[in-house]
């Protein structure tokens, strides 16, 4: 069974920096994309990038860009989210999720074929 | 950027009622790109449908997706205690980045 495992709880102070993972086990890691996406208390679900463990093939949301760091180790099997400074408005659950999916054309967004189908437990951060 | 509209935002329903969701997107988008996410409290987010309509592995034929390019629904033909929850469709297209609508959230009256 495919499954994605995050990393636990995180509290942090304003400008530290932290990484938070996302380890994949029950089926190909490099043959699926892994998307980051926040969920700040409360609110709406928002995409933060996705990154494709085969080729680290990456794009951003353009809010995010340059706000996060999103990389992946294929022989750990696992995706990593990182902040060097982090700010209190980092204060969210994020979680990662699988996609099968591809680039259709040069500089245009990858697209999900079938949608994000596997999702982590979350990852709940606060920094105050 | 493409926007995705959910209505409504809250909708109060018993067991049983049958209920349709509205996702309108502010401008064209293909069907394909278009998918639907069922959130319980304290839960991630799980795939019902993608592709507009294909139902994700395991998602009962209760659940049904529709629609075309600037409008989209969820039907959910009979509602069941375990249905009451957010659902949120997304837009994974390459036209654009990818969005989340705001959710509608429905709760049992």
């Known amino acids: 069974e495919a499954q994605l495992a995050q990393s636990g709880p995180e509290v942090k102070k304003p400008g530290e920096s932290l990484k938070i993972s996302c380890q994949a086990s029950?089926?190909?890691?490099?043959?699926?994309?892994i998307a980051w996406v926040r969920q700040m208390p409360g609110k709406d679900l928002e995409w933060i990038g996705i990154?494709?463990?085969?080729?680290?093939?990456?794009t951003y949301s353009p809010p995010f860009q340059g706000q996060v760091i999103v990389s992946a180790d294929r022989s750990l099997n696992t995706a990593y989210l990182h902040w060097n400074s982090l700010k209190e408005s980092d204060s969210a659950i994020y979680y990662c999720?699988?996609?099968?999916?591809?680039?259709?054309?040069?500089?245009?967004?990858?697209?999900?074929?079938?949608?994000?189908?596997?999702w982590g437990q979350g990852t709940t951060v606060t920094v105050s | 950027e493409i926007v995705l509209t959910q209505s409504p935002g809250t909708l109060s329903l018993t067991p049983g009622q049958r209920v349709t969701l509205s996702c309108r997107a502010s401008?064209?988008?293909?069907?394909?790109?278009l998918a639907w996410y069922q959130q319980k409290p304290g839960q991630a987010p799980r795939l019902i449908i993608y592709?507009?309509?294909s139902r994700a592995t395991g998602i009962p034929d209760r659940f049904s997706g529709s629609g075309s390019e600037t409008d989209f629904a969820l039907s959910i033909s009979r509602l069941e205690p375990e249905d009451f929850a957010v659902y949120y469709c997304?837009?994974?297209?390459?036209?654009?980045?990818?969005?989340f609508g705001r959710g509608t959230k429905l709760e049992i009256k």
């Open positions: 999720a699988r996609f099968r999916g591809g680039r259709v054309a040069s500089g245009t967004y990858p697209v999900a074929f079938y949608g994000l189908d596997v």
């Open positions: 029950g089926y190909g890691f490099t043959n699926y994309w």
């Open positions: 990154i494709s463990p085969g080729d680290s093939d990456i």
């Open positions: 401008q064209s988008v293909s069907v394909a790109h």
């Open positions: 592709g507009g309509t």
């Open positions: 997304q837009y994974c297209g390459s036209l654009a980045p990818w969005t």
